[in-house]
């Protein structure tokens, strides 16, 4: 079981910026494949980033230009830039990680380990 813990959120303005981090504990090839989500009023979990073990990333579509996501790997970190923030951001974000390389890395049930959530609200 991995521990992930998300810090970085917070109330911003529109257009403005926020960086996320998602510490993991325990055994590094346990986060080979990592991500973060979101989920809005509507509880829907929606998937925005993923990186692999390669470093090679993907986005959603509706963060894609906006967000970097990154990874430490010597410190177990993982970070989400967002940029250009507007209020449809605003949500719980979640990371999740998974050992196993994902068929659907946007599809929530293919991840095992999740944070508790660290929450995001963009004003206009």
């Known amino acids: 079981q991995v521990n992930l813990v998300e810090s970085g959120g917070g109330s911003v303005q529109a257009g403005g910026s926020l960086r996320l981090s998602c510490a993991a504990s325990?055994?590094?090839?346990?986060?080979?494949?990592m991500a973060w989500f979101r989920e809005g009023p509507d509880n829907e979990r929606e998937g925005l980033a993923t990186?692999?073990?390669?470093?090679?990333?993907r986005y959603a579509d509706s963060v894609k230009d906006r967000f970097t996501i990154s990874k430490d790997t010597g410190a177990n970190i993982l970070y989400l830039q967002m940029d250009n923030l507007k209020p449809e951001d605003s949500a719980m974000y979640y990371c999740?990680?998974?050992?196993?390389?994902?068929?659907?890395?946007?599809?929530?049930?293919?991840?095992?380990?999740w944070g508790r959530g660290t929450p995001v609200l963009v004003s206009s």
């Open positions: 999740a990680s998974h050992r196993r390389r994902p068929t659907d890395p946007f599809r929530r049930s293919e991840y095992t380990s």
């Open positions: 325990r055994y590094a090839q346990n986060n080979r494949y």
């Open positions: 990186i692999d073990e390669e470093a090679d990333t």
